[in-house]
Nanobody
Framework: QVQLVESGGGLVQAGGSLRLSCAAS????????MGWFRQAPGKERESVAV????????YYTDSVKGRFTISRDNAKNTVYLQMNRLKPEDTAVYYC????????????????WGQGTQVTVSS
């Protein structure tokens, strides 16, 4: 069982930055790949970034490449999403999730989810 708690969301102006954190419980964090997803009102939940168990491999959706960076600290059981040059279209609830699979991007491939944190980007 893995419990995930996101933090770091908030309101920011376009062009600004936020850093999301996801703290995981349990001693097996390093055996899980971790992903960040987001869901805007009226839209499906979409994959934003994924990182492998030890952080050696990452995936980013095209719309965030060059602006967002996913990282993890297995000693702290935490995964991060650094978001720079934010745009109004980045506004969504952001979720972290844990998976046993390698860099999956579909929601059904993830086993555990956090409760989400709201990110709002004003224009």
């Amino acid at each position: 069982q893995v419990q995930l708690v996101e933090s770091g969301g908030g309101l920011v102006q376009a062009g600004g930055s936020l850093r999301l954190s996801c703290a995981a419980s349990g001693r097996t964090f390093s055996s899980y790949g971790m992903g960040w997803f987001r869901q805007a009102p009226g839209k499906e939940r979409e994959s934003v970034a994924v990182i492998s168990w030890r952080g050696g491999s990452t995936y980013y959706t095209d719309s965030v490449k060059g602006r967002f960076t996913i990282s993890r600290d297995n000693a702290k059981n935490t995964v991060y999403l650094q978001m720079n040059r934010l745009k109004p279209e980045d506004t969504a609830v952001y979720y972290c999730a844990a998976t046993r699979r390698f860099l999956p991007t579909s929601t059904y491939e993830y086993d555990y989810w956090g409760q989400g944190t709201q990110v709002t980007v004003s224009s």
